[in-house]
């Protein structure tokens, strides 16, 4: 199935500092693609995959589950580490459940994490009913572009199919589950306002890590897809700079 154009992945090959950045459901390496160039820029490695199902149609998601999306950022991870000396794992929405599995699983091997509004919980009612909707229904209408930022769209799905969504819901509840074996340091990025992701699921990330190095910022001039958002730049610098932080050997950019 053809890519959509620009929701093509992106590598950059830089210092010995990397960064592996995971974009969200139904979405595509478009919404990560200026942070991961921001960090690019500043001397970093930076390897920005397509989750299997996405970037195409998306009937091609509900061919996939959330351990084909994991098994892609680990396979990008263990990549990096091979050629760098810390890597750092970025996650917007998905991306951000997806990078929390990675820290659960990988321990010491992974330098940090970065999240914009990450997802591990999900309170809309339909949701009570997914495990029988998803057998007999394709897809609802679509989330994407949750963007306050006028004139900006996010490449992504305008259909959920549901049987992915299922699955990520069953993400939810391993990534919950795990969330104390989150050591690492965090910086969690926040809207204010956010249409797709309720608060609580931050809330629960806060409250259930076991990191000690932990720093959340609330983003209040920006809609879920922050990254693409009237807040995008900070975004962009704060993580730059909790990375410079922890690994002081990135000074360039």
């Known amino acids: 199935m053809p890519i959509l154009p620009g929701a093509e992945p992106y590598h950059h090959a830089g210092g010995p500092v990397g960064a592996l950045m995971c974009h969200g459901f139904t979405g595509s390496p478009q919404s990560m693609r200026p942070w991961a160039e921001h960090l690019a820029a500043a001397g970093l490695t930076v390897a920005l995959p397509r989750l299997p199902g996405h970037g195409t149609r998306w009937q091609d998601a509900n061919m996939t589950t959330w351990d084909d999306w994991y098994a892609c950022i680990e396979r990008e991870f263990l990549a990096l580490r091979e050629r760098c000396e810390a890597v750092f794992v970025c996650g917007l929405s998905m991306g951000g459940t997806l ?3 990675l820290a659960e699983q990988h321990g010491r091997d992974l330098a940090g994490v ?3 509004n ?3 919980i999900g309170l809309d009612p339909r949701l009570k009913v ?3 909707l998803q057998r007999v229904l394709p897809s609802l209408g679509g989330i994407g572009s949750d963007i306050k930022k006028p004139g900006v769209d996010e490449l992504a799905y305008s259909r959920v199919p549901l049987r992915a969504l299922y699955s990520l819901r069953r993400a939810w509840d391993v990534v919950r589950a795990d969330l104390p074996k ?3 340091p965090l910086l969690l990025l926040r809207s204010a306002e956010d249409h797709v992701v309720e608060p609580e699921s931050s809330r629960l990330v806060l409250a ?3 990191s000690t190095d932990v720093t959340e910022i609330v983003l209040e001039d920006s809609y879920h897809v922050a990254t693409l958002d009237n807040d995008a730049d900070r975004i962009f610098g704060e993580s730059l700079d909790f990375i410079r932080r922890i690994r002081p050997t990135v000074t360039s950019g």
Do not use: C, E, I, N
Request: avoid cysteine.
């Open 118 to 120: 990450p997802s591990v």
């Open 130 to 132: 997914l495990p029988v």
């Open 208 to 210: 259930r890590v076991s």
């Open 99 to 101: 990078s929390l599995r």
């Open 114 to 116: 970065v999240v914009v």
């Open 182 to 184: 989150v050591t690492q």
